[in-house]
């Protein structure tokens, strides 16, 4: 089974500062999906960005950017510009296939934004 | 945009009650999910379903069922409710391959007294 560790349960930044959550997964695979999701205290869970292993290109949205190391099975990212909007709980996940219970999801990070 | 609709967004139910839990998607999505969500365990996959009548156990379907009659449509069913099922509930959706985005309905906390 793959697994998705994401090692800060919480952090906080001041409003306006870069912010980076690390996401680290174990898994055998070599081609394989990687998401960030938002889910703000209003709980519906948004996705953020998406990266597919094949690309080595780092995904990018807009403030909203990741690292992906594929050799060290890393996924983090980071938030530039950190915005009041940006606080919420934001969960790692990882698909390999195979159906639904190929997605793994990591146990989230607590982002606060500090005014 | 992809809506995904859990009809209930906070419920109180009694230990030992029946609990229907509805989620409606209207973007046509083969896949539709159920996930439960505990502070500290991120989110659990409790049952999927990749098409109407199809389903499959996830990581922790003990104490639920589900019901798949129309493609929009994905219940999640508590047969018996106890109170370690007191949770946060997340329906979700997808088309087929799972590399998809996951869309996500806001989420039903259920309460078991």
């Known amino acids: 089974a793959q697994t998705v560790t994401q090692s800060q349960p919480e952090m906080s930044v001041q409003e306006a500062e870069t912010v980076t959550l690390s996401c680290t997964y174990d898994?055998?695979?070599?081609?394989?999906?990687l998401f960030w999701y938002k889910q703000p205290p209003s709980r519906q869970m948004i996705l953020v960005i998406r990266?597919?292993?094949?690309?080595?290109q780092n995904a990018t949205e807009n403030r909203f950017s990741v690292n992906f190391q594929k050799a060290a099975k890393s996924f983090s990212l980071k938030i530039s510009d950190s915005q009041l909007g940006d606080a919420a709980m934001y969960f790692c996940?990882?698909?390999?296939?195979?159906?639904?219970?190929?997605?793994?999801f990591g146990k989230g990070t607590h982002l606060i934004i500090q005014p | 945009d992809v809506k995904v609709t859990q009809s209930s967004r906070y419920l109180v139910k009694r230990t030992g009650e029946k609990v229907f839990l509805e989620c409606v998607q209207d973007?046509?999505?083969?896949?539709m999910f159920w996930y439960r969500q505990d502070p500290g365990l991120g989110l659990r996959l409790i049952y999927f379903?990749?098409?109407?009548?199809?389903?499959e156990k996830g990581d922790i379907p003990e104490g639920y069922s589900v019901s798949r009659e129309k493609k929009e449509r994905f219940s999640l069913i508590l047969e018996s409710a106890s109170t370690n099922q007191t949770s946060m509930y997340l329906c979700?959706?997808?088309?087929?391959?799972?590399?998809?985005?996951?869309?996500f309905g806001e989420g039903s906390w259920l309460t078991v007294v």
């Open positions: 898994t055998s695979e070599s081609d394989y999906y």
């Open positions: 996940a990882f698909y390999s296939g195979g159906g639904a219970d190929g997605l793994t």
């Open positions: 379903s990749y098409d109407v009548k199809m389903k």
């Open positions: 973007m046509d999505h083969e896949n």
């Open positions: 990266q597919e292993a094949y690309k080595q």
């Open positions: 979700a959706s997808s088309r087929l391959h799972s590399g998809n985005t996951i869309y």
